[in-house]
């Protein structure tokens, strides 16, 4: 059913009614000149008419990509009428709005809203995605007596979100596509969320994946883009922005591929402009670093281990958000690194474990004496089997990469009731028929926070996403759900495992064996250094 609403901004808007809300469905908050310009905020007068009952068109990415993310999750949801991608008109937004006890939408309410952008390497993903839909957990704020707004966001990815190379920059494209749409979003968001009941003073991002390596990327901006974050299973530190050599690789495999060689710069960005949109994903060569640039200025550097978990800034690597964002939540997965064995860890069998060990050795051929701990840790040798090894090193993976990189934010935060920080951990494990059943993989967490697989859960699961979902809710308001990380003891919430008995529980000192984690990467860690174990993954699964 449709619902009409007058926006005070924006004119007439027409929505879809949900259970106890109006969901605005593709509104357009930035205009494109061509596929690789800079966004520019879509502004709109009072007196237009915007039909936003359907879905917009999502940005260019891989045709049927959600049936991959569901393949993670391992359960499907039914899907919503989208249209098909676009390079120029994919740049809009989803708004969820409560209604009031009288069925009414009040736009006087002064509302907290929270902001999700959704992972999917730089590569796939959109705000339409099913498990995304802020319906059953703004439904929820609802019940709780504490209402919010939920919005998703869609933003370029791949080539239009992500090459860059001098000869584009030189043209006039900038680097990072896609965090600028991003932040152009938020802007539009601050812009016309009051008139929706909004309060533009208490907006929280929440990001998964790589939307949670690009929600912290917020904090490395000196204006205040939001109140409150939530990252969960992605930081900044989950890999490393690519270097000026490697983005003109990665733009000369681009040009090559789709013929252009020979051609002169200016016909070859004229080309890629010209392009049909469906090339844009299907002939780019599988692997080639369509990722974050250190360009200056969404990316200002290289982030480490030290600059993170420090609370004294480093020059080059600068985190003003933890001076101006209120309170960060930040979260990892027992197996988030599930989501590597997919994406590139598969191709590597068989003789992984022969694999992996060759690599380790190369890397810490400084420190034997850490890689021989590594592999006593892991129960890896060259004798391990091909799926013990590469479950192995899945674990290794999320220690790193999710786990170590929580305690690294929650270390450097100042901790202070004006800049709070909150850690969790979720163990509940896939509960559907799978490769990774009954572990605690990516994309689960935020499946779960967002409600939308309620009833295919059994009472006790949907008691943990109903914690989870309410502990947010709090976060959102502004409220503490549980105690804030203060000095060297890592507080933490824990969700799960309901198959132990466990729903949530706060856990005060934070020990890894009392949150479902283990010991072993901090001693490595602590023995040579977190970059330096971090390098050990980030080089086997790069192929050095």
């Not at 001098?166 to 016309?192: C, M, P, S």
């Amino acid at each position: 059913m449709t619902t009409l609403f007058k926006h005070s901004d924006l004119g007439e808007v027409k929505g879809s009614s949900v259970d106890g809300a109006v969901q605005f469905l593709g509104l357009k908050y930035a205009s494109l000149e061509n596929r690789f310009a800079a966004p520019q905020l879509h502004t709109s007068s009072a007196s237009g008419s915007i039909d936003a009952s359907k879905y917009g068109a999502p940005p260019i990415s891989p045709i049927g990509a959600v049936h991959n993310e569901f393949n993670f999750i391992q359960h499907s949801l039914p899907l919503p009428e989208v249209p098909d991608h676009s390079d120029t008109e994919g740049l809009n937004l989803n708004i969820t709005v409560p209604l009031s006890k009288d069925g009414s939408i009040q736009s006087n309410a002064k509302l907290p809203v929270y902001v999700f952008i959704h992972g999917g390497g730089f590569a796939v993903g959109s705000g339409w995605y099913p498990h995304y839909n802020p319906a059953p957990l703004v439904k929820l704020s609802v019940e709780k007596g504490k209402p919010v707004i939920g919005i998703t966001i869609n933003y370029r990815l791949g080539v239009p979100g992500f090459l860059t190379s001098a000869e584009l920059r030189k043209a006039g494209y900038k680097a990072n596509n896609g965090f600028h749409d991003q932040r152009t979003a938020l802007q539009w968001i601050k812009k016309y969320i009051s008139g929706f009941g909004g309060d533009p003073d208490e907006i929280t991002t929440v990001g998964e994946s790589a939307g949670g390596l690009s929600v912290t990327m917020f904090l490395l901006s000196k204006e205040p883009l939001m109140k409150r974050c939530l990252s969960t299973g992605g930081a900044v530190l989950l890999f490393k922005p690519i270097p000026e050599a490697v983005t003109e690789a990665a733009y000369k495999s681009v040009i090559e591929a789709f013929g252009l060689a020979d051609k002169s710069p200016e016909e070859r960005v004229k080309a890629l402009l010209n392009l049909p949109i469906d090339d844009l994903w299907q002939k780019v060569p599988l692997g080639t670093p369509l990722i974050p640039y250190v360009d200056g200025e969404t990316v200002p550097g290289e982030p480490s281990f030290l600059s993170v978990s420090s609370q004294q800034d480093d020059p080059s690597f600068p985190i003003p958000g933890r001076k101006w964002c209120s309170a960060l939540m930040i979260g990892d997965s027992k197996l988030d690194a599930s989501i590597l064995a997919y994406m590139g860890l598969d191709t590597k069998n068989p003789g992984i474990a022969s694999k992996f060990i060759d690599s380790v050795n190369t890397t810490l051929s400084a420190h034997p004496e850490a890689a021989t701990q590594l592999f006593s840790s892991y129960a890896i040798t060259p004798s391990t089997p091909d799926e013990e090894a590469l479950l192995s090193i899945v674990r290794f993976a999320t220690e790193i990469s999710f786990y170590a990189p929580t305690r690294a934010f929650a270390t450097g935060w100042p901790q202070t009731e004006g800049n709070k920080i909150f850690l969790y951990h979720f163990n509940e494990g896939i509960p559907w028929e799978g490769r990774f059943k009954g572990e605690a993989g990516h994309i689960l967490d935020v499946s779960f926070l967002f409600q939308n697989y309620n009833e295919l859960l059994s009472e006790e699961q949907r008691a943990v996403a109903r914690q989870f979902g309410e502990d947010f809710i709090e976060f959102v308001n502004g409220g503490d759900p549980w105690p804030p990380v203060e000095g060297g003891k890592l507080g933490a919430r824990v969700y799960g495992p309901s198959s132990d008995g466990v729903t949530a529980k706060y856990v005060a000192d934070g020990k890894p064996e009392e949150v479902g984690r283990s010991e072993r990467i901090l001693k490595l860690g602590e023995a040579v250094g977190f970059d330096t174990i971090m390098a050990v993954f980030q080089n086997f699964f790069q192929g050095r």
